[in-house]
């Protein structure tokens, strides 16, 4: 493997790392032509949802369009976001979703920045409906500490933090909960259904989503699933500012980024062929800047000593990144 070829590939992580962040679902049940009337209706759809979600207490829904030409959107933001935030979230959701998806007839957009927003449009009645799919879940790297014995009782008590979040007087507030796991650590649990689907919809979702996690990423620190209609979360330090009586400060990294050792942040989503395209998506921001200025030292470097030599440092260092890249990583998957 010559410089070249190194030098190609880790300019290749950092492209990739700073285009692609948000998650996104495009199905492929039909597309449209631009200016079309679908096209332009699909527009003010996206227009109106963002123009309308905070005045309606963060949740909205609206149709634009007759016949085969009707858009139907929705949009939800959670974790009691503040109308600022609110507007933040879905407002990059739509425009991620958008170059995304930009002529699928039907897409959906999971937004998390800086709090859990859910974007979706479709030329079908959607309202209300329960849908279990797709599914997108993630999990920190870090291994569980072995001494929270307390984990796995608490993990089965999770059934009935699902029956409370599923009967909550008021489906706009989310269900955030915590537990000890010892006299130093405790564990944080956030669960929300849009408030379109019934209660037993909502407790069918959420349980579904923590089950699926536990079959994909039972004993890391910290991760979540979420669906169409609900959000399952937890994590060893509060976020979302979700929980005011803890006094210990939340870490300034961005989620699931655990402080020790710090997470990693590689992305992995593979999504079904009939449904939706498959994407693979890395958020390593940070560590790309630090690949960028190795590149530029070795790149200097390269001028001053034998190729051979060159090649050699350059093996040496590029497997020092990626074993670097370890601590580093969240893992992702849509289906």
Request: with cysteine; proline share 6%.
């Amino acid at each position: 493997m010559g410089s070249k070829t190194i030098v190609s590939l880790l300019f290749h992580v950092i492209i990739v790392s700073i285009t692609l962040t948000d998650a996104q679902f495009c199905y492929t049940t039909g597309n449209f032509t631009a200016n079309s009337t679908y096209a332009k209706n699909r527009d003010l759809v996206l227009r109106s949802i963002a123009s309308n979600v905070t005045a309606n207490g963060g949740f909205y829904n609206t149709t634009i369009g007759l016949g085969n030409d009707s858009v139907y959107g929705l949009v939800f933001c959670m974790a009691s976001a503040s109308a600022e935030i609110c507007s933040s979230c879905v407002n990059s959701a739509i425009q991620t979703l958008m170059a995304a998806c930009p002529n699928q007839k039907e897409a959906f957009s999971w937004g998390g920045n800086p709090v859990p927003c859910i974007v979706r449009y479709a030329n079908r009645y959607f309202f209300g409906s329960l849908e279990l799919s797709p599914t997108d879940a993630g999990y920190n790297t870090g291994i569980l500490d072995p001494s929270f014995r307390q984990f796995d009782q608490i993990w089965s008590g999770l059934g009935e933090t699902v029956t409370r979040a599923s009967t909550s007087s008021s489906r706009l507030k989310p269900e955030a909960e915590t537990a000890d796991l010892t006299s130093t650590q405790k564990m944080y649990v956030f669960m929300q259904c849009t408030p379109d689907v019934s209660p037993s919809n909502c407790r069918v979702c959420l349980q579904q989503s923590v089950d699926y996690y536990k079959s994909c990423c039972y004993g890391y620190q910290g991760g979540y699933a979420q669906k169409p209609n609900c959000v399952f979360r937890w994590d060893l330090y509060p976020y979302y500012n979700l929980f005011p009586q803890v006094t210990s400060p939340s870490p300034s990294s961005p989620p699931f980024v655990i402080s020790s050792p710090p997470p990693t942040n590689t992305t992995i989503r593979k999504g079904k062929e009939n449904t939706a395209s498959r994407t693979v998506i890395v958020t390593i921001v940070p560590t790309a800047i630090f690949l960028a200025l190795v590149i530029l030292i070795l790149t200097i470097f390269r001028f001053r000593k034998p190729k051979q030599e060159v090649e050699s440092k350059l093996l040496l260092i590029g497997s020092y990144i990626l074993n670097s890249l370890g601590s580093l990583i969240r893992i992702k998957f849509t289906r």
